[in-house]
Structure formats: structure tokens, C-alpha cells
């Protein structure tokens, strides 16, 4: 059975940072990607960053592009998502998920993890 185990999230001031894991049971990540998606309130999901293992080909969203950094540990079956210069519009409830690129493109990945709160306030 597929489980994904998302963590890291909590309450941090603007300007700070966090790292996010995605740990994978279950599932070897070799041939898919693991995405990272974030839903704030209100709003509608929206794919945030992946990491495909095919390749290695990382993506962003334009509005983490410089701040935000995906990362793969094949070892320990684990993704990680560092998060630098938060800012408040970076709250949100974060999802981790797995599949193959293009479910994860068209945000229909394989699983879903549960998610992990993520909130930027002074």
C-alpha cells in the first residue's frame, strides 16, 4: 500500500523559513515524481513544485521561483521542500503527492498525502 507522509509545516514570521518532507512507503520514486501542491483558504489547489526522478527535472511555480527549492533523497525515499523567505500569501495547508509527470502536471497524481499547515504571520 502507497502511503505519503507530509511534514514540516507550522507557524513561521515573514522572512523565515521552513522545510517540508514528503516521505514515501510503499512506492519507489525512481521512475515517477513527487509533487508539491498547497491549497490556501479559500482558493483552489495549485501545483506549487515537483521533482521528477526521470531526469532529475525539478519545476516551480512562478511565485516560489528563487525562494522555494525542491529536493530528492532516493535513499530514504524522501522529497523535501525548502522553504526561504516566506511570505504571508505562502499560507496554506501543503500536499505532497506521487505520479508519473504528467498526472502530477495535470494534478491527478497517483496519491495524495495528508497535508501539513504551512502559516506566514507576524
Known amino acids: 500500500d502507497v502511503q505519503l507522509q507530509a511534514s514540516g509545516g507550522g507557524l513561521v514570521q515573514p522572512g523565515g523559513s521552513l522545510r517540508l518532507s514528503c516521505s514515501v512507503s510503499?512506492?519507489?520514486?525512481?521512475?515517477?515524481?513527487v509533487g508539491w501542491f498547497r491549497q490556501a483558504p479559500g482558493k483552489e489547489r495549485e501545483r506549487v513544485s515537483y521533482f521528477n526522478h526521470i531526469g532529475d527535472e525539478t519545476y516551480y511555480a512562478d511565485s516560489v521561483k528563487g525562494r522555494f527549492t525542491i529536493s530528492s533523497d532516493r535513499a530514504k525515499n524522501t522529497v523535501y521542500l525548502q522553504m526561504n523567505n516566506l511570505k504571508p500569501e505562502d499560507t496554506a495547508v501543503y500536499y505532497c503527492?506521487?505520479?508519473?509527470?504528467?498526472?502530477?502536471?495535470?494534478?491527478?497524481?497517483?496519491?495524495w498525502g495528508q497535508g501539513t499547515l504551512v502559516t506566514v504571520s507576524s
Open positions: 510503499g512506492f519507489t520514486l525512481d521512475d515517477h515524481a
Open positions: 503527492a506521487v505520479g508519473s509527470r504528467q498526472t502530477i502536471l495535470t494534478m491527478t497524481p497517483y496519491k
